[in-house]
Each structure stands twice: as structure tokens, then as C-alpha cells.
């Protein structure tokens, strides 16, 4: 097979966003990725935003190209077909991923007994274990406190769950590090992340830490103004909003030659006495270089100046809701080779994103859907877990399995 | 070496946050990364924050652990020596990550004739290689939109750079994935990534392009409210701010439990005609449960409830400020492994992050500083271009390179 992660297999017990994105970027470079889930599916079968049909899109997105099996795992037998699956023989197998954190059957000193060479990469809520998601450890770190307009008292959320997207994608590249030392040295491990250590780490790498220790004041909201340098959103004529940005001496320059406002910048320099190509002079002024530019877009609609702000080069942008974007933007369209229109039974068409990464070795790997819940348990039985015909069945009428056909089946 | 990724060379040519933080994850988990950088630093040199002496934290804090050399690029000398530091012999070594997007002498065409099997990564603004930020890229694809207090009419940016963040996560396991396959096949290639793909794929894995198609009303502001199931922020009768979470129906019951509200969340069930054990049941009616849990929380204070909520394992958190959060949360402390306090020239003393995976089979690497501009640039001449000292004292001589001892020197 033509693929980036070509037979690397790896068996996935999850739920929500981080590690089935994990699983699913690894899918989508080309690895063989397993979900198991629990007959009646997991804690994310149902998540927001759902279709018409009552289906999950989040759980649709986020599970893309896997295979799917469902167990019983509260009953011996499924306990011991999940371990049989997650530590099946293979080269580039013998990798797991969870944040089920299930003790005993699951953790990885009894999975391990089963394959010494066992990879397993643990998310878990804080570094003692203790539930945290992405919407308790972003207040806890001070991320909505320094978010919102200027001046706004309360602390301001995100939409997005930042840290569990970091904390996903650092599940993959942990797998893939302990992957080539297992290479090289023949040995496997547990790699175990902490959620809120993936956001305590990052504020500090960003030098907030560094900043909240050595220097006085708190950082505070600042709207949507570019932190540090100068960025800023404008009201156009034609009511659209835009964003410039300042942040390099040639953005800057570009922005400035761009909006004629050279010789109001170079009076606003000597009344201030400071020099604007200083990045945090920019910040300091910023609300006065603001007024300055206000005018200026307030006076012209966004296609008066789209096609010079593109030919000068300059960092900028339109604000969009999703559904604008979904019909103003083509790199949210198969235009974009990420993208594939796909029709999905019970979900609709929509444009599917791949991976974002083009790997010139190998194709672009096309979106594939979401597995339904159990799909592939007859599959899995047979290929990775190597069990018999009978066996299957038995596992089948024990109800410690379920597919969908067979669901349909017992149904009849 | 005692290190997850010893004996891997990864050289970086870079700005800002994605590819710094790409270069320095790797750093963290124990590979050579040499970031090369002009003479005069890098754009993003004096990037905010700054310590009181002017230094930049956020520099620091992202090019933590790495060799640095300062060269003049201008200069065909500076030209070959970057290329010959790029793709240096080693089986680990020619790797490559920019996001820098240099045509001619920098590009994977060019570089790639000194080194047939160079992997390149290179992260662009978009995928037609215009400039974006991640302040551009946000507002572009709708997430301030659906960002900040219910009712709010202007979009809400976030003050957290998250697409870079993931973005560099991406180049880091990119980077991993085409070693692996270098590995096997014994091929360079060029990976290239758009910040601009990274949001909107991300975007698609969470369902929001799925809803944007097949949903009526476009989503709107929520607050704080956890989307799709319940999840909200209470003051308490100290001031202080706390977030509660009923994602999982075992979170919910929690909370209605803790918070003793069983009967009126029944009768709440009753009025509406709603089952609460349904999340979205629960998003539906965020506004009539948070009715029913405000005067819970306003009448109690944070410590009357925390040891409660502790020992129910209720999914929570207080809201803090990042100053807050170091002064009560031993997650920012080195009392977290994660963490160790580092006295830094110029920036001071505080708790300084390493990477946040701990993987068993090997100790957990501590952070090192960030190197001073051009700090190794004797060093990678010698071991790593291979230079003659004559040759290396020529090209300090004729201010190809700097170091900070040369400057010193040269100033003297």
C-alpha cells in the first residue's frame, strides 16, 4: 500500500476529542486504526453537533477511516478480546491509545504480560488522574481571563477545545517517538500526558509564566487586537469586518503604505516621541494607531482594497462565520485537495477534510468516512484477534459482541 | 544518551510559534535541534512578553534547549554554510523544519541536491503560500463567531495562538512520520503544511463544517457554556469564579448529587417534558438548570464545596488568572515534574516547562534554557559543517557568523 504510515496498526479505547483525533491523524497518514467501544457505543456517541438524523457529526468527524468493534467489556470475555486485540502479534502493531484509564484488565502493566513490547500512550485529565477536561483546565490556567473585549469583567471561553487539539496531536508524535525508539531498541513503554500539563506546559513556553512571575501588571483583555504588536479588526463601509496585522516590520510597513497613513503614523511617532518600528511600541500605541486607521476602512468596502492588500503581500483577513466561509472561502472546498465531498449515510454531504500535511512520497490520502459502531467486529475477530469461525459466532451469540448486521439480524 | 529521541539532528530555519515549537518538542525529547537565525536575530527576536531587561520571554520560552548560530543569509557564504549545516551527514541528521519559505538556495528542490534524502517540513500561511497568522486564520473560518457572552455582537478573538499551537504539533509528527518512512525506504521528502489547512481541517473533525451544511441556524455565542451538554460558570459566595461540568451522564448525576438538586432537576424534567439524562436535553435547558444551581453556588464559598466535589470526582475547576494559578495550583510548581525552576540571564528566575509526555523507558529530560543568539555557532561550524578552524575564523573574520563571545570581542 501506497501510505505514509503504511502498516503501523494501532488499537484506540477513547472517547471525545483528544485521542480520537489522535487515532484519526494516525488514520489519516495511512496507520490501520482500531476503535473499540462498548455495545451501546461510547461516551462520545451522542456529542454535539448532531445531524437531522439525531447522528453525531462530532463523532463522524472525529473517527474518520477507523475500523470500528464492539464489546461488552464488562463481561471476562470481552476483557480478555479487547487485551487479545490490543496486544495481537505484528511488527508495526502493539500500540495503544486511551484515556479510559481503566485499571487492572486495561492498564499497562497487565496489558504488557501480553506483549512486552506494548506501546501505550495514556491521556489522562491532571497528572494525578483526576478528571479535567479541556473546559475546566482552560480557566484554571488564566486563558479566559486574558480573553474578551477591553475592559469586559468575566472571563471569556473559548469555542474552540485548544488543549485538548494540542494535547491529541502530541499524542501522535509520543506514539511515533516511542514507535522508532521501540525500532531501535527492541522495547515498549507507556507514555503517559496529563491534559492540563499539555496547557500548563504551553502558557509557559509561550512566556506567560515567565511574564506573570517577572513582570507587574496582569496581562488583561485586549479585544481582538494582536498581542505585543499591532493587529486589529476594522468595520468596513459594506459592514464586513476585517483583520491586519502588523506584527513584522514589513507587515507593518505594507500596512501603513497600504492604508497612505505614512504621514499620520510619523506624527503620531514625534507627539509620542517613540519609534513606531518598534513592535511593542506598536502595542503600546496601539489604540491610537487604531484611530488612525479607523477612518480609512470605515470609508471603503473590502473589495475596494481585497485586490491591492493581496498584490502588497499583506497579512490580513475577512471575519466569517462558518457558513460564510463554507460559501465565500474555496479552501473549504474540494478545491482544496484536503477536502472531499462526501456523501454520508445519515449525515449528509459536506466537504470531509484529510490530513493537512502534503507528503511528497506518497499521494494525498483521500477523507475516508466514519466507521457505523461495530462495523468491522467480524473483520477484527477474524484478522487481528485470529479467532475461529465458531468462536465468532459464539462471541456473537453471547452478546459479547455486536455489528451492525448482526444487530440488524437479532432484530429480524 | 539517556534520551527518547537521541542521536536524531533536526535544523530549523524559523519565526514565530508553530515551527519554533515544533523544533523545541523535539529538543524536549532529546533531539539536537539547531535553530539558525540572521545575524541580527530572527523576526521574532523581540517577540512579546519581554522580561524588564527587554528580553524576550516568549523567545526564550520557545527555543528552549536548542544550539543556535547566528549567519549572515544575505551573503552566498552564509547561503552555503546554511545549506552545508541543513544537510550535514548523519543517519539521523538532514532533517529540516521552516517556516520561513525561502525560494532558490532554501528550497526542498535545492537543498535536496546536497542530500538526496533530506526530509523537509515547511509550515505556510495558506496553501497557495500567502501570508497568514494565526490571527488571520481564526476570524477566517468563523471561530470568533461563535466565541464570547450570549448576545455579544462582535466576534471574539482568542488570546491563545491555538492553530499555531497545533500546527506545530502537526510539524513535529509530520516530521516523525517521514523519518519513519525514511527509515523504511531510505526516502527524503518535502511536507508541506498550511496553517490555514490545519485550522480548517480541525474545524471539519469537530463537525463544524458537517453542522455549517446540514443544520439551519448557524451556531451562536454560548458564554462559557459547555456546548452540546451542560457545562457552565457560578460565582460563588467568595468572588471567586468556578466551572462545573455534566458532560458524561456519570458527571451530571454528580453534580445534581453534590449539589443536592435532584428534585428540582426533576421537576424540571417534568415541566418541560425532557429527559436531563440526555445531554442535549441538557443544552437545551442550560438556561433552567443554571437557574436551578445558581443560588447553590452563590450561597457557598469555593472551600465549603471543594473537598466534596474533590472526593466525588466531579469534573470542575475555580477560574484563575495566571498569577492566581502559580500562587495556588502546585500543577505550576516543580512540585509537577514537568516543572523545574531555572535561573535565566536576563529573563530571571521561574518555573520553567519541559515536555509534558513522561515516557517509562526513559527518565524525564529537564528543560534547558534557550541559547543565546548565536551561542553555538563555533561549535556547529566545527562539528557539524566540519570547518577547518582557519575556515572558521574566516568566516567570523568577514561577518558571516556571530557569537555573542565574537561580538564581545569585536566590540572590545
Known amino acids: 500500500m501506497n501510505r505514509m504510515l503504511n502498516g503501523m496498526r494501532v488499537v484506540e479505547g477513547s472517547a471525545f476529542v483528544a485521542v480520537p483525533l489522535a487515532g484519526m491523524t494516525l488514520a489519516q497518514m495511512g496507520a490501520e486504526v482500531i ?22 457529526l462530532f463523532w463522524a468527524g472525529l473517527n474518520k477511516g477507523k475500523k470500528s468493534i464492539a464489546v461488552d467489556m464488562r463481561s471476562p470475555e470481552g476483557q480478555a478480546l479487547v487485551t487479545r486485540i490490543i496486544t495481537a502479534s505484528g511488527k508495526d502493531a502493539g500500540m495503544f491509545l486511551t484515556n479510559l484509564r481503566v485499571r487492572g484488565w486495561m492498564d499497562h502493566e497487565t496489558l504488557s504480560q501480553h506483549r512486552r513490547d506494548l506501546i501505550m500512550v495514556t491521556l489522562m485529565g491532571d497528572r494525578q488522574g483526576r478528571p479535567q477536561v479541556d473546559y475546566t483546565v482552560n480557566p484554571a490556567l488564566g486563558i479566559p481571563d486574558m480573553t474578551g473585549p477591553e475592559g469586559h469583567d468575566a472571563p471569556v471561553a473559548a469555542a474552540l477545545p485548544a488543549w485538548d487539539l494540542i494535547a491529541g496531536n502530541m499524542v501522535v508524535s509520543s506514539l511515533l517517538a516511542a514507535e522508532r525508539h521501540r525500532l531501535r531498541h527492541g522495547e515498549g513503554q507507556e507514555v503517559e500526558i496529563a491534559l492540563k500539563d499539555v496547557a500548563a506546559a504551553t502558557i509557559g513556553h509561550l512566556g506567560m509564566i ?7 501588571p496582569e496581562r488583561t483583555k485586549a479585544g481582538n487586537a494582536l498581542y505585543g504588536a499591532y493587529g486589529q479588526d476594522f468595520i468596513c463601509a459594506c459592514g464586513r469586518r476585517v483583520m491586519v496585522i502588523g506584527l513584522t516590520g514589513r507587515q507593518w510597513a505594507g500596512l501603513v503604505k497600504a492604508t497612505g497613513s505614512g504621514e499620520a503614523m510619523e506624527a503620531l511617532a514625534r507627539q509620542s516621541g517613540r519609534d ?62 484536503m477536502f472531499s465531498m462526501l456523501d454520508q449515510p445519515g449525515l449528509g454531504r459536506f466537504p470531509v477534510p484529510g490530513h493537512p500535511g502534503a507528503f511528497s512520497a506518497r499521494p494525498r490520502i483521500r477523507p475516508e468516512p466514519a466507521p457505523a459502531l461495530g462495523q468491522h467486529t467480524e473483520e477484527i475477530l477474524g484478522d487481528v484477534a485470529r479467532l475461529s469461525d465458531t468462536e465468532i459466532a459464539q462471541l456473537f451469540d453471547k452478546g459479547v459482541v455486536q455489528s451492525p448486521r448482526h444487530a440488524a439480524r437479532s432484530a429480524a
Do not use: C, M, Y
Open 276 to 337: 513606531l518600528r518598534d513592535e511593542g511600541v506598536r502595542w503600546d500605541l496601539r489604540h491610537e494607531i487604531t484611530a488612525i486607521l479607523r477612518p480609512w476602512f470605515a470609508a471603503r468596502r473590502v473589495e475596494d482594497f481585497a485586490e491591492e492588500f493581496e498584490t502588497r503581500g499583506l497579512t490580513w483577513s475577512v471575519f466569517r462565520s462558518v457558513k460564510q466561509a463554507l460559501r465565500e472561502d474555496p479552501d473549504l472546498s474540494e478545491a482544496n485537495p
Open 35 to 56: 476503535r473499540f467501544d462498548r455495545i451501546e457505543g461510547g461516551l462520545d456517541a451522542g456529542r454535539w453537533p448532531l445531524a437531522p438524523s439525531g447522528q453525531s
Open 210 to 216: 515567565g511574564d506573570a512571575v517577572v513582570n507587574g
